[in-house]
Each structure stands twice: as structure tokens, then as C-alpha cells.
């Protein structure tokens, strides 16, 4: 009986997660938007005040805020193509990955090349998509390629890595 009651509070558990984590990225994608209008018409440099250089990283930058510049243009890019010029409804992305739609927004020329990648994004393994944009690329998949691996060596105290 203990096991029934553990499994029903994982499934409650889990659900608020999802829940929760859908909340999140919806909150987010808001604010994506606001910032892009920030940008796009130069809001941001009355926020930063007189006597500060108005820069876009500043007010990222800001602790109430505090985005990174790379995730913004990522997302940036992703809205301005995915979103604005092909239509597509944000909420219908909301779960995919954001280095998938990133690759979808590069590899799109279309609304209709989107959707199809989009369908494929929701459903295949990393490797798989990973293989579907190549071929979409006319590079070799990790099956067809004939792999010239490369050996580095890695230090164990700060990471850096060379090639061998």
C-alpha cells in the first residue's frame, strides 16, 4: 500500500512540475517579446538612465533581469522568423528546445519547411534531428560519414583542452 501512495504522490508531484515549467516558458516567451520591443525601438536606453552609455548589455545585464545577450538574440531570431514572418503560433513551439528552434529558424525557408521541422523537432532523439538537418544541409549524417576523430588532451585542474 506504502508503493500506491508514493507512486500517487509522484504522479501529483510530477504533474505541478509540468504545470509549473509550461508557466515558466510561457512567462518567458512574454518576456522575450517585451524585450524585443525594448530593443526595436530603443526603450531600454530610458530605463538606463542619463550619464550611463545606453548599451543593450547594460540593461540585460541588469540584476532584476539579468539575461544573457546570447539567449536574447537567440530567441530574437527565433520569434522574428518562426513567430512574426512564418506565423506560426508560439504556443505550437513552446516545448521544443530552443537550440531546436534555433536550428529550425536557420534552416527554414519557409512557414512550411518550419512546420515540417517542427513536427520532426517534437518527436525524434537529438541524433535523429541532429541527422535530419544535415541531410536538409546536404552534409554527410553520422551514419554515411567516414569520422577522422580528433584526440585532445584535457587538464584535470582547469579544463582546457588542445588537440593532440
Known sequence: ?????????????DKSIKEDELKR???FISNIQKLIQMYDEDLYQFILGEGVEPKWSAYLADIEKFYSRGKIERWRKIITKLVTKFGIDINSIIYIPETRLEDIANNSNSKEEAEELITQAKVLTSLDFKNLLREKQGKPTTDECEHKMVE???CSICGVKKKR
Open 1 to 13: 500500500m506504502e508503493d500506491t501512495n508514493k507512486a500517487q504522490k509522484a504522479f501529483e508531484i
Open 25 to 27: 516558458r510561457m512567462l
Open 152 to 154: 585532445y588532451e584535457i
